[in-house]
């Protein structure tokens, strides 16, 4: 079973209580998995968080998210080919168009010390986040979660050896930031889902 299938399963029903003494302050020397402090930070964050176990879960999820919002017969800026299905799918129009219902895209990696999602020019080219849409959409997968920024910045070297990416961000706050909140003051907070799918099996 994996990490996510007790997260979100029976295991998540479990009461606040035990949840509460497995972080006891007295229990000093437990470890908290990547998975399991992305998760908790991204839910911190104001993020909306949906585990998929396979493709067609990522489909179901997706035409949710659409069903909820009402984003039918709208432009959506996508610039990863392999996400096209998904709106070819649902009858919804690609564009490189910054000003779009919502954004579609992948992502360099998911940081577990903030719960943020990275990302590069890979993925929203030269735009900063603040000209991104305020809706984003993110497809993920568990094996892209990383403990810290270090640990991501680290992988996208190995991963791109030549071509290394620019326009490196992370995008953290997901939820309007309250006024007096000066921590976070000029973040741009977005709307987003996460569509995470499972590609790896946990103990």
């Given amino acids: 079973m994996s990490l996510f299938k007790k997260l979100f399963g029976l295991a998540d029903e479990a009461s606040d209580d035990n949840k509460d003494k497995d972080a006891s302050p007295f229990n ?3 470890k908290v998995s990547s998975d399991e402090l992305f998760t908790s930070n ?6 909306k968080f949906l585990y998929c176990e396979n493709l067609e879960e990522i489909k179901e999820q997706f035409l949710n ?17 392999k996400l096209f299905y998904l709106l070819d799918e649902n009858k919804l129009n690609y564009t490189k168009k910054e000003k779009s ?17 990275f990302l590069t020019s890979n993925q929203i080219k030269h735009f ?21 920024k270090s640990d991501g910045l680290r992988e996208i070297k190995k991963s ?6 620019t326009n490196i961000t992370t995008i953290k706050y997901f ?3 309250k006024e ?6 000029g973040s741009a907070a977005k709307n987003l889902y996460l569509l995470l799918l499972e590609d790896q099996l946990h103990e």
């Fill in 28 to 30: 000093p020397d437990q």
């Fill in 42 to 47: 991204f839910k911190k964050n104001g993020g």
């Fill in 65 to 81: 998210i659409l069903e909820e919002n009402d984003w039918f017969e709208c432009d959506v800026l996508c610039f990863d080919t």
């Fill in 101 to 117: 219902k919502f954004m579609l895209s992948s992502c360099e990696n998911l940081i577990a010390d903030d719960g943020s999602v």
């Fill in 128 to 148: 900063k986040p603040h000209e991104l849409p305020t809706n984003m959409v993110v497809f993920a997968r568990t094996s892209q979660i990383l403990q810290s």
């Fill in 160 to 165: 791109y050896d030549k071509n290394y990416p």
């Fill in 175 to 177: 939820e309007k930031v």
């Fill in 180 to 185: 007096e909140d000066f921590l976070n003051y």
